[in-house]
């Protein structure tokens, strides 16, 4: 699978040290398409699988099939405000910093869990649309000099993490989610197991549920945004046009005291209105929302 075209350098303060978005994007890659990583599977469901990374200890990966789309799914997994809905080990999470509209500087905490205390990071994230229509989703530790979050906590080093979403059929994708990361400290490789085994998958079990449940769309809010905005003011150019046809109809009508023609004037105001409007509608949406 090759890069995103797309990205680029991000500019910030000298003491703050981020790699660009084509560099997290090419670590990540290169983890998805090494086809000689022996991935060991250590749980498995109908729609979902949990791996090790048998070349790299602290490597996780998640696969599962989602019946939404790659937009919904990543708009879904995009938003932090629904992250606590469904991520069980997910204790804090808030964006610190939007760069633009596809980078954003992040902090993540985790909930403690004894006899090891929480762990947290500030992440810089990197969104983006693949050649081939996948979509994906980067991050990785960056050093953020300002005090952030709860200070007991322990600043995990996330090496790189990242999520792809492929499309399956028209309403299916599959999501691969891929984390390299230093918990940092003494953690004992027990509670690693059950998270492994156990808050992974309940978390995904979780997400797949809800995300069955939102609405199906060819279109990312995040990632065609332009394409997004650009509709909503056509749909508004339509609403205006419409209102003003419905004024002058209403001022024809009431100039008219023949009840025959008032009767017909009302019947051809109702038709046009109705008909202009799904003949907008049908035209700018069908390609996009599925209902």
Avoid at 2 to 25: F, G, N, Q, R, Y
Avoid at 62 to 78: A, H, K
Avoid at 139 to 145: A, D, G, L, N
Avoid at 233 to 251: M, S, Y
Wanted: aromatic share 10%; net charge neutral; charged share 25%.
């Amino acid at each position: 699978m090759e890069k995103s075209p797309e990205t680029h350098e991000i500019e910030l303060a000298e003491d703050i040290k981020v790699d660009s978005a084509s560099e997290m994007e090419t670590i990540f890659l290169s983890i998805y398409n090494d086809k000689t990583i022996e991935w060991k599977c250590i749980y498995s469901s109908v729609n979902m699988r949990v791996y090790l990374n048998g070349n790299i200890s602290s490597c996780i990966k998640v696969e599962g099939d989602i019946e939404n789309t790659p937009q919904s799914t990543f708009d879904f997994f995009y938003d932090l405000e629904k992250r606590k809905e469904w991520d069980e080990m997910c204790d804090s999470i808030f964006v610190i910093k939007q760069l633009t509209i596809y980078d954003r500087i992040i902090y993540y905490r985790m909930k403690s869990a004894w006899p090891s205390a929480s762990r947290d990071a500030v992440l810089f994230t990197h969104a983006s649309k693949m050649p081939d229509g996948c979509l994906i989703n980067v991050s990785k530790s960056i050093e953020w000099r300002e005090p952030v979050g709860n200070q007991s906590s322990v600043r995990m080093d996330v090496k790189i993490a990242g999520q792809i979403f492929i499309p399956l059929s028209k309403h299916k994708c599959r999501i691969i989610q891929i984390g390299n990361m230093d918990l940092k400290g003494w953690v004992p490789q027990n509670l690693i197991n059950a998270i492994a085994t156990h808050k992974i998958p309940q978390s995904f079990t979780k997400a797949q549920e809800l995300i069955k449940q939102i609405k199906h769309s060819y279109l990312s809010k995040i990632l065609d945004k332009p394409l997004v905005e650009a509709k909503e003011i056509e749909f508004r150019q339509v609403n205006d046009r419409l209102i003003a046809i419905e004024g002058v109809l209403r001022v024809l009508v009431e100039k008219e005291s023949h009840k025959g023609f008032v009767r017909r004037i009302e019947e051809i105001s109702s038709f046009l209105v109705v008909g202009y409007l799904g003949w907008v509608a049908f035209r700018s949406f069908r390609k996009y929302v599925l209902y």
